[in-house]
């Protein structure tokens, strides 16, 4: 286990993926780009609040703004927020993702998805000249393409790492099999998978355990159950009589659960306020028993 001080106290726990040495909680900011974000200050004081706390894991991706509204505006905001901050900056690894776009369909906000390699190689230098950066820490192919087979678009990934415009490479909402196909074509280039885990969403379990042989960590989008569909929140109701030991909020013991199924989990709760980031935080101080963890599942 390794921990780094923080400038608000206390440490955080640090794991590695790849060559990148990073905090296991990190922040997720779709939630401060897309609808219903908080306004532009508070979110960058949010991130802030997170940098300040030890948080040096920050994930946006192109996507992250509103249907209709500007585009890359998380990553604008993280750049904002890194350009305004007095912390040691180099620190900090900054994840980003290619691939997605939002729309509108029928009068809604959609996703839209384009895995064509030409639009992930024009997505990606994108993202690093909104950055700022020549090389973007770790970037992920976001969603898979239907429409495009899979081994193009993780083609068009590793021209990406290979013409220097991302240091490593990841992979998200992916299966066994796509895991493999990008491990065989990006080999150590490949060190993350984001997927979605949580109490109320498990079915990924076989992507973690993949991960895990393979030697890649395992980044757990919405670890809190997310905030954009509905969910059964009897799922934590388990979790909540754990928390009620410990004297911790619920969501810190379902974080601590997450990171506790292997030494190459890291997990990206999102918020819309400073206290929920302050508060997912301090969830690498909670150590659960062995009875807690089998009684979680």
Not at 8 to 30: E, F, P, Q
Not at 144 to 166: C, R, T
Request: hydrophobic content about 40%; charged content about 25%; overall charge negative.
């Amino acid at each position: 286990m390794e921990n780094t001080g923080s400038r608000g106290g206390g440490h955080r726990l640090m794991r590695r993926m790849g060559s990148i040495r990073t905090t296991a909680i990190g922040l997720g900011t779709m939630g401060l780009a897309i609808e219903k974000k908080p306004g532009r200050q508070e979110s960058i004081d949010i991130i802030h609040t997170a940098l300040d706390a030890g948080c040096r894991h920050i994930d946006t991706a192109w996507a992250y703004y509103e249907s209709g509204g500007e585009e890359q505006a998380a990553e604008k905001l993280v750049k904002a927020a890194l350009e305004t901050w007095d912390g040691p900056r180099g620190e900090v690894t900054v994840a980003t993702k290619a691939g997605h776009s939002r729309n509108f369909t029928d009068g809604r906000p959609t996703w839209g998805i384009d895995g064509r390699p030409e639009s992930l190689i024009r997505y990606a230098k994108q993202s690093a000249a909104v950055l700022s950066v020549e090389a973007i820490d770790l970037l992920y192919f976001h969603r898979p393409d239907p429409k495009v087979p899979y081994a193009e678009s993780i083609e068009a990934m590793k021209s990406l790492y290979d013409q220097g415009v991302a240091r490593t490479i990841g992979i998200s909402n992916a299966s066994v099999e796509q895991i493999g196909i990008a491990h065989r074509i990006l080999g150590d280039a490949l060190v993350a998978v984001q997927n979605q885990f949580s109490p109320v969403h498990r079915d990924t379990q076989d992507t973690i355990d993949c991960t895990a042989e393979l030697g890649l960590a395992f980044v757990c989008w919405s670890p809190l159950g997310g905030f954009r569909k509905p969910y059964d929140g009897s799922k934590f109701d388990p979790f909540r009589r754990v928390a009620a030991v410990h004297g911790v909020s619920y969501q810190q013991i379902v974080l601590a659960w997450e990171l506790a199924r292997g030494d190459h989990m890291f997990v990206l709760p999102g918020t819309h306020r400073a206290e929920t980031v302050i508060d997912s935080l301090h969830a690498d101080c909670v150590e659960l028993s062995a009875q807690e963890l089998e009684y979680l599942g």
